[in-house]
Structure formats: structure tokens, C-alpha cells
Antibody, heavy 114, light 112 residues
Framework: EVQLVESGGVLVQPGRSMKLSCAAS????????MAWVRQAPTKGLEWVAT????????YYRDSVKGRFTISRDNAKSTLYLQMDSLRSEDTATYYC???????WGQGVMVTVSS | DVVLTQTPPTLSATIGQSVSISCRSS???????????LHWLLQRPGQSPQLLIY???RLESGVPNRFSGSGSGTDFTLKISGVEAEDLGVYYC?????????FGGGTKLELK
């Protein structure tokens, strides 16, 4: 059974940092480009970042460039999202997903507030 | 960025009714490799999104065949032939032809 399990979400103050993790199982993680997608409360889906299978190529939406870093550890079948200089507008549920959207995690809530 | 416009934003249906959702793109989604990277997702209340249709019309494994997708270029349609209670939720189209990937605004399917 395919599973993507996110962790790391919590309440954080503006300007602080947070790191999300996504543990994958049930499929060959290293063969799939991966992505983070977020959903602000009561809003639609918004792509955040994508990483290639090797991790050598990464892509970000403009609003998070320079603040967020996507990475992966294929030996551990784990995807990461390092989020720095967090802003209130980053408040959302963050989903780990394959880049072609066929597998999704359960999501983790990140709240940025003082 | 490519803008995907979904209509209607809300759809009321009775069980057994057939319904359609439109997704229009601001640019052609035909990739130079011949594929059209337009997919459909369903997000049931309180759940993560799930893939229903990929590459315009290909049914994801395990998805009932009452779901079908069609279209080309800039105009795409998701059809549900006989709505069931488990189909309620928000439907999203998403494109991966042009960077960055973008999502439609969603269509909420509710019971009439």
C-alpha cells in the first residue's frame, strides 16, 4: 500500500523557520519526482515546489523562492521542505505528493502567527 | 502562469444525475512531446485530493468508470455519468504542461 506521511507542522511565529518531512512507502520513491502543494484555510490548491528524482533539479513558486528549500533523501524515502522567514500568508495545510499527483499524503497544518 | 478557469464554481445534483465540469486554460496545454498534461482531482470533505483522470482522459486505477474526461487544447471537461453520494466534494483541474503547475479554482459538487 502506498503511503505518504507528513510531519512537522505546528504553530510558528512570523520570521521563524520550520521543516516538514514526508516519509514514503509502498512505491519506488527514488523513481518519482516529488512536490509540495498547499491549501490555505477554505481556499484551493496551490503548487509550492517540485524536485527531480535525483534531487539535482528544484523548482519553486515565486512567492517562496529564496525562503523555502525542497530536498529529498532517497535512501530514507523521505521528502523535505525547509521553510525559512515564514509569513502569515504561508499558513496552510501542506501536502506531499508525487509530481504527477497520483499519490498524496494526509497533509500537515502550518500556522504562522504571533 | 497558465490560468485554469473552472465552471461552474458550485454544482448541485441529485443522485443518479449526470453532470459536467468545464476547465478552460489561458494557453494551449498541448506539450511539444504530443502529450496534454491536464488532470482532474477530487477532494472529498476533510480528505486529501485524489487523482481521478490524467492526461485528459485516462482513468486512474480504481476510479469508477462513471468518471470520464475529454477535451483538447484549451477546453476540457470532466463528466460524471450518474452521481453517487461518494462523489461529493471539490473537483480541481491541474495542468503540468507549462511551468509552474497550476490548479483551477475548484468546483464544489453538492447534493440538491
Amino acid at each position: 500500500e502506498v503511503q505518504l506521511v507528513e510531519s512537522g507542522g505546528v504553530l510558528v511565529q512570523p520570521g521563524r523557520s520550520m521543516k516538514l518531512s514526508c516519509a514514503a512507502s509502498g512505491f519506488t520513491f527514488s523513481s518519482f519526482p516529488m512536490a509540495w502543494v498547499r491549501q490555505a484555510p477554505t481556499k484551493g490548491l496551490e503548487w509550492v515546489a517540485t524536485i527531480s528524482t535525483s534531487g539535482g533539479s528544484t523548482y519553486y513558486r515565486d512567492s517562496v523562492k529564496g525562503r523555502f528549500t525542497i530536498s529529498r533523501d532517497n535512501a530514507k524515502s523521505t521528502l523535505y521542505l525547509q521553510m525559512d522567514s515564514l509569513r502569515s500568508e504561508d499558513t496552510a495545510t501542506y501536502y506531499c505528493t508525487t509530481a504527477i499527483h497520483d499519490y498524496w499524503g494526509q497533509g500537515v497544518m502550518v500556522t504562522v502567527s504571533s | 502562469d497558465v490560468v485554469l478557469t473552472q465552471t461552474p464554481p458550485t454544482l448541485s445534483a441529485t443522485i443518479g444525475q449526470s453532470v459536467s465540469i468545464s476547465c478552460r486554460s489561458s494557453q494551449s496545454l498541448l506539450h511539444s512531446n504530443g502529450n496534454t498534461y491536464l488532470h482532474w482531482l477530487l477532494q472529498r470533505p476533510g480528505q486529501s485530493p485524489q487523482l481521478l483522470i490524467y492526461l485528459v482522459s485516462r482513468l486512474e486505477s480504481g476510479v469508477p468508470n462513471r468518471f470520464s474526461g475529454s477535451g483538447s487544447g484549451t477546453d476540457f471537461t470532466l463528466k460524471i455519468s450518474g452521481v453517487e453520494a461518494e462523489d461529493l466534494g471539490v473537483y480541481y483541474c491541474v495542468q503540468g504542461t507549462h511551468a509552474p503547475p497550476t490548479f483551477g479554482g475548484g468546483t464544489k459538487l453538492e447534493l440538491k
